[in-house]
């Protein structure tokens, strides 16, 4: 009842009082961005302040009047994005912050400002500008299931992905692009290249660039290799130079980086296994039991605009040592617990004969 009968009243107000309008003013606002509208007014008391988007229709953004914020009938679009500088408003200033812009905001808006002394429209037209720039700063490609993906993130404007491989396959390979862009009007991409991982090294090439900056990442796949437990065992890289090297494994986990001007570091879990880091970049390593130390070894080397990937799968030959022992001890159990039961019955039946002949 309150808010309806000061409806009425301002409506009252409204139609007794002179309407001061103002032109458009255009505005530019960043998409995923801050942005301000302006709008002043004649300041005097009892100051209501009113929002709308008049696109087609009318549409609530943000409500002021008995010296508080009145949401309750704004559009889900603007919920939680907008606001007053209420500490302002009695000096004048009806400006309206709106936060995260999109696209669906562009338009024409107006403020309206009323006072017990005279009413004001300031129309704004809002549009939409891309975000600035925002390079190729990195790419990942990595092996999985058969599957080389490459993937980067964070883009402005649009990036295009391209392969190349070598050597050149026999078999068309299959391959996919896709390109999702995110609340800010950043653009991720990923590309995936169906290939068949076997014993001949090849070498696939991912670029992802736009009429801005570009960066490639390589993959080299080696052959397969062979350790047998508790023995050391030499993981080729060639680093031509470079200071930037990592070395993980099974994709997700750090072994070691070494960087220009600083020490090399190794993780926690692996120094007992680590024994040396050549420097071409090379990893002599000490395995164990195949359950720690089979799997997947990359060496990603660093440059300006490249990543440089080696490939190698690790496996762990079984313990031909023990297998032999325990196939051994199985055949001399064999021989000998049988001989030993013959010999226990044959003596209980000559003990049975011995007690009859007496």
């Given at each position: 009842?309150?808010?309806?009968?000061?409806?009425l009243?301002?409506t009252a107000?409204?139609?007794?009082?002179?309407v001061?309008?103002?032109?458009?003013?255009?505005?530019?606002?960043?998409?995923?961005?801050?942005?301000?509208?302006?709008?002043?007014?004649?300041?005097?008391?009892?100051?209501?302040?009113?929002?709308?988007k008049?696109?087609?229709?009318?549409?609530q953004?943000?409500?002021?009047?008995?010296?508080?914020?009145?949401?309750?009938?704004?559009?889900?679009?603007y919920?939680?994005?907008?606001?007053?500088?209420?500490?302002?408003?009695?000096?004048?200033?009806a400006?309206?912050?709106l936060a995260?812009?999109?696209?669906?905001?562009q338009?024409?808006?107006l403020?309206?400002?009323?006072?017990?002394q005279?009413?004001?429209?300031?129309?704004?037209?809002?549009?939409?500008?891309?975000?600035?720039?925002?390079?190729?700063?990195?790419?990942d490609?990595?092996?999985?299931?058969?599957?080389?993906?490459?993937?980067?993130?964070?883009?402005?404007p649009?990036?295009?992905?391209?392969?190349?491989?070598?050597?050149?396959?026999?078999?068309?390979?299959?391959?996919?692009?896709?390109?999702?862009?995110?609340?800010?009007?950043?653009?991720?991409?990923?590309?995936?290249?169906r290939?068949?991982?076997s014993?001949?090294?090849?070498?696939?090439?991912?670029?992802?660039?736009?009429?801005?900056?570009?960066?490639?990442?390589t993959l080299?796949?080696?052959?397969?290799m062979?350790?047998?437990?508790?023995?050391?065992v030499l993981?080729p890289?060639?680093?031509s130079?470079?200071?930037?090297?990592?070395?993980?494994?099974?994709?997700?986990?750090?072994?070691l980086?070494?960087?220009?001007g600083?020490?090399?570091?190794v993780?926690?879990?692996?120094?007992?296994h680590v024994?040396?880091?050549?420097?071409s970049?090379?990893?002599?390593?000490?395995v164990?039991?195949?359950?720690?130390?089979?799997?997947?070894?990359?060496?990603?080397?660093?440059?300006?605009?490249?990543?440089?990937?080696?490939?190698?799968?690790?496996k762990?030959?079984?313990?031909?040592i023990?297998?032999?022992?325990?196939?051994?001890?199985?055949?001399?159990?064999?021989v000998?617990i049988?001989?030993?039961?013959?010999?226990?019955?044959?003596?209980?039946?000559?003990r049975?004969?011995k007690?009859?002949?007496?």
């Open positions: 009842m309150k808010v309806l009968n000061r409806v009243v301002h107000v409204f139609l007794m009082l002179e001061l309008v103002q032109g458009d003013t255009p505005v530019g606002c960043v998409f995923g961005g801050n942005c301000v509208l302006p709008c002043r007014f004649q300041p005097n008391s009892d100051t209501i302040l009113h929002w709308n008049i696109n087609g229709k009318n549409i953004v943000h409500s002021y009047y008995d010296e508080l914020d009145q949401l309750g009938h704004q559009d889900p679009l919920k939680g994005r907008t606001s007053l500088f209420h500490d302002q408003i009695s000096g004048g200033n400006s309206l912050g995260r812009v999109n696209l669906q905001d338009g024409r808006y403020c309206y400002a009323s006072t017990s005279n009413n004001q429209e300031t129309f704004v037209i809002l549009t939409v500008r891309a975000p600035d720039p925002a390079p190729v700063a990195r790419v490609i990595v092996l999985v299931n058969n599957t080389v993906t490459c993937k980067s993130g964070g883009i402005y649009i990036p295009q992905l391209t392969w190349s491989v070598s050597p050149r396959p026999a078999t068309v390979l299959q391959k996919t692009t896709e390109v999702h862009e995110d609340d800010q009007g950043l653009y991720d991409i990923s590309g995936f290249l290939t068949v991982y014993d001949t090294e090849s070498t696939y090439s991912c670029s992802v660039q736009n009429e801005h900056s570009g960066r490639k990442a080299r796949l080696r052959s397969p062979q350790s047998a437990p508790k023995s050391e993981l890289c060639d680093a130079g470079l200071d930037d090297i990592t070395w993980t494994f099974n994709h997700n986990q750090t072994i980086r070494r960087q220009a600083q020490e090399e570091v993780e926690t879990e692996w120094q007992q024994r040396d880091l050549s420097e970049g090379s990893l002599l390593l000490y164990t039991s195949s359950a720690q130390s089979e799997g997947t070894y990359r060496c990603t080397l660093r440059n300006a605009d490249e990543d440089d990937v080696t490939h190698i799968e690790l762990i030959l079984k313990d031909t023990a297998e032999g022992s325990n196939r051994t001890l199985g055949i001399t159990l064999g000998i049988p001989a030993i039961l013959s010999a226990i019955v044959i003596s209980v039946i000559i049975r004969k007690q009859f002949i007496i």
